[in-house]
């Protein structure tokens, strides 16, 4: 019981530490987006499949254990469910109608044969000109074979059928059916026989059988036998019945025209032979299998194991048990706990996966999973999407793909069903091989963040289909093809942003034939600071454009009023360009548009008060330009508005009062303008979401509303360096939990730092630099165990360095220069494993350098030994990676200084000694000898005296210190002391720190 207690505890702490994960990575999930950085979209939407391909994936799923061919057979367009009750058998007509009581028909039916399909048929008049019996016993035989195909292909169960068939039948195994075109000219064809019929089928020999009962010894492979009333065996080409398309109903009226049968994904407007081909493509692979029960091969019908949804004969897993026969079949062997046999697909593109394989290094990719076993499509190979047993989908992003280096796509080209590749995130380099261009049915190709080069080719005109091209953070460069305008189908076109060691260098103009890309929604240059021009104007005739990204290329001109025909805009990202002008009341009219991102540009005049009626923005950037003015107080319409940037413009007056009117704001960023006065407390009270507040160089002044600031329980970072701002450090600001970072330097802040601020548990950064503070460092600043930069300098604090903040295990940087501080020098500064900055310049600290500042026994990188202790290894950073920066100038630390003093910067100044007294004494010691110079260890406790010669010396600590003046007690006179006299030296724990002493006499 304990133990399970144990357990029990164990694994809810996991659940509770995996889900502090989770909300930890939410959070910053949801400042990143607040702050603005651009979400990748999902770019890759699934592909638009032909209707050949759905054709085959139905057929496969109905073949699929627990489908319709492994639960029964349609008969005149109705299924019978084992164990329900029986459904009354309509008569057909041949035009498809069905007949009333009266003799009548109804112009429009249903075919039952598919769920919720129906077709149109001509209605049928009474005058009708009667058709001979003979042909009429043709079509009903023609009409009931297609009916009977669709046992394999067609059906499609719904929810109370697969319920029922799920149901156990104890007569089930006793219903037949029986053949009836010859003998009864307006049957159907197929109806259940009742058991207490005679017939051919009453000395049935009972084998496991549902619906089609086939001749096993009368039937070849592609024959399906049914048996008549008379007993007499027809044998029927059943693969010349199945039509190019078992997905659709064909209108007697229009036999072009072809009607959806079923509700499906994708439109179909063709029909298409490859249902029969797969079936003749499964038919020899079911060749290969036996039945089990018969030792016999399995064929097309079988109704091996249907009770437990499998036994149709197709290829079957590599991971099942079998067993080859003397005679070459192969016999699969049930396991112990097997529930009947998975239907699989064998598929034709295999031996192309497998060269693809070979030719780009396979054993070294990340992921490898069921590569070469079996069939790609049946094992789930890693990245391979199948649709009707043919490859449709390639994914091997971020998989260490190398391709022996250069992207290779001679075996992948002969994939003629692929439609999606997406090879980003991998190795490649090279030019784009030739073979792409003629994978014309491709719709997604993506390569991006590769170490692709070249230029890009005309050729990409010829893939009409392609929806999805990705080439962003490769090495292309060159123009951009004209000739690109002739993918219409395009719906997104990526050809920016850096990758970590290459990036795209497109050069010239943006090609105005790229207006025939009708379909374009994303479009993103970003980065390629060659293409130049003007912006272009013929932009707006894209209207289905969602996403327009050129931040970063070379346009220059201003936005033309015809960006708001791109009425469908959602982002418009112009960033770091040269666009000048006012901002066009064009994009005012852009309704949709929900990230507007112009910063970085010569845009001037005021902040348009249109912009207040794109009301579902979320992401307005209008940072580093000349714009002037106030913002408009129609902004609290904006009530999506997350992030707003102004900074870096010539904006004035106080800060705008109406950002407390929009709740929704979660980052605020009106740094570098010229705003005036105190910082209202609205900004912290009437933003509730508000994590982001920067207001650095401005004019602000007044004091800080700590009060108001206690109530911003998600504010992250507050920065208001470069100010003017005066009065205490609030210590409301230890009450806000999640501040991270603090920045207030160069401002007129006095008094003392407050120990509260070691309250803010998420505290990782601290900026109080060039401020008047007074008073030590808190120790407290410790219990902030997130802290990593500590930023004091240009102060007037007093006291030593706390060592509480040892035990910061995070802390990075510790910068206290051109302060009062004393005491002598951390050795903590050489040990401590994340210091790799640390300044304490200009302070009056003393004493020796410690050890531990120097590894004697360090490369130096010239060939030497010795050097600045490295940073230790720490999980993502290896032994020896990191060098420490240590700077001690301008210290009065004791002389004399070690040789490699210099590498820390550290100076000394010499002590001094101007006379002792009383500079007489008796021998048997105990005068009080009062020693008066210059830097003699400014009151330090360990600072006193050395009496007498080196290796006789005596150490006498100093009963009274400061930096001018010691008092020792003299010593016994050292018995083997002959000259009554001794050299008094002043020294540091017991190291003397004056080069020159003074003389003192014993007397008798």
Known sequence: TSA????????????????????????????????????????????????????????????????????????????????????????????????????????????????????????????????????????????????????????????????????????????????????????????????????????????????????????????????????????????????????????????GSIVPSSPIEEEINSGDDAAKEMMEQLKKESAAYVNPQTGKAVRWGDT???????????????????????DGTTMIMPAATDKGYALVPTSSDKRALEEFYEECNGVRWSVQRNWGVGEPCANNWHGVVCTGGRVTQLNLNLNNVACWGEFNLTALAKLDELLYLDMSDNLFSGEIPDELFSMTKLQTLALSSNRMTGKL????????????LDLSANGFHG??????????????????????????????????????????????????????????????????????????????????????????????????????????????????????????????????????????LETLDLGANKLSGHLPEKFEGLTKLEYLDVSRNDLSGELPKVLPRIPSLRAALLSDNSFEGPIPGDYFTKLPLLMYLYLDRNRLDGSLPGGAMATAKLLKEFHASNNKITGTLPKEIGQMPRLAS?????????????????????????????????????????????????????????????????????????????????????????????????????????????????????????????????????????????????NLGLNPLFCPLPEWADEVHATCRQAEISKIEPSNGPSKGGTHVTVTGSNLGAGNEHSGCLFGKEGQQVWVPASEASNSKLVCESPPKHVDNHKNAVVVRVGHKGVAITRFGELFRYTA
């Open 457 to 468: 080719s005309k050729k990409f005109g010829r893939l009409t289909n392609l929806r999805h």
């Open 304 to 326: 091996w194991r249907h009770a437990w949804g499998g036994g149709v004969g197709v290829s079957r897993p590599e991971s099942r048990p079998r067993r080859f026969a003397e």
């Open 742 to 886: 603090l920045g207030l330097r160069r401002n007129q802040l006095t008094g003392e730092i407050p120990p509260e601020l070691g309250d803010c548990a998420e505290l990782a950064r601290m900026d109080l630099t060039d401020n008047k503070l007074v008073g030590s460092i808190p120790a407290a600043l410790a219990n902030a165990t997130d802290l990593a930069e500590i930023r004091l300098g240009g102060n007037k604090l007093t006291g030593s360095i706390p060592e509480s903040l040892e035990s910061l295990e995070l802390l990075r940087a510790l910068i206290v220069d051109n302060n009062r501080l004393t005491g002598e020098v951390p050795p903590w500064l050489g040990t401590h494993p994340c210091l790799r900055e640390s300044d304490l310049s200009g302070n009056r600290l003393y004493g020796t350098l410690p050890d531990t500042l120097w590894d004697p026994e360090g490369d130096d990188g010239e060939g030497g030994k010795g050097r600045v202790p490295y940073l230790p290894a720490r999980l993502d950073r290896s032994a020896d990676y990191l060098e420490r920066r240590i």
């Open 479 to 616: 123009s951009l093809p004209k000739e690109m305008g002739k993918m219409k189908s395009l719906e997104v076109l990526y050809l920016g942003e850096a990758g970590l060691e290459v990036k795209n260098k497109f050069t010239g103009k943006i090609p105005e034939n790229w207006v025939g890309m009708k379909s374009l929604q994303r479009l993103s240059l970003t980065g390629n600071q060659g293409i130049k021009g003007k912006f272009p104007t013929w932009i707006g005739k894209l209207q289905d454009l969602e996403e327009l990204t050129l931040a970063d290329t070379g346009l220059f001109g201003e936005i033309p009023e015809s960006i708001d025909q791109c009425y469908n805009l959602r982002t418009l990202d112009l960033s770091n360009n040269k666009i000048s002008g006012s901002i066009p009341e064009g994009i005012t009219r852009l309704g949709r548009l929900k990230h507007l991102r112009l910063r970085g540009n010569k845009l001037e005049g005021d902040v348009p008060p249109g912009i207040a009626e794109l009301t579902e």
């Open 4 to 255: 399970s207690g144990h357990h029990t505890r164990a694994t809810t702490m996991r659940l509770t530490a995996w889900c502090l994960v989770l909300a930890v990575l939410c959070a910053q999930i949801r400042a990143i987006d607040a702050f603005g950085p651009r979400p990748r979209p999902r770019l890759y939407a699934k592909p638009h499949l032909p209707p050949h391909l759905i054709a085959a994936e139905r057929a496969l799923r109905e073949l699929a254990p627990g489908g319709p061919a492994a639960a029964g057979l349609l008969s005149d367009g109705i299924w019978q469910a084992p164990g329900t009750d029986q459904i009354p058998k309509p008569s057909s007509q041949l035009d498809g109608t069905q007949a009333s009581a009266d003799g009548s028909s109804e112009s429009e039916t249903c075919d039952a044969s598919e769920v919720g399909s129906c077709v149109d048929a001509p209605s049928t008049t009474e005058n009708a000109t009667p058709m001979n019996p003979e042909v009429t016993r043709k079509k009903e035989k023609e009409t009931n074979l297609k009916k009977y195909e669709e046992y394999f292909l067609r059906y499609q169960l719904t929810d109370r059928m697969a319920t029922e068939a799920a149901k156990p039948d104890a007569n089930f195994r006793d219903r037949k059916f029986k053949w009836e075109g010859h003998d009864f000219p307006d049957s159907s064809g197929i109806s259940e026989r009742n058991p207490n019929e005679g017939g051919a089928g009453d000395n049935d020999d009972g084998a496991e059988s549902y619906q089609a009962e086939i001749d096993a010894d009368g039937a070849t492979g592609d024959q399906v036998a049914k048996k008549s009333k008379d007993a007499a065996v027809e044998s029927i080409d059943s693969y010349d019945a199945a039509e190019a398309s078992m997905l659709a109903n064909v209108d007697t009226t229009n036999p």
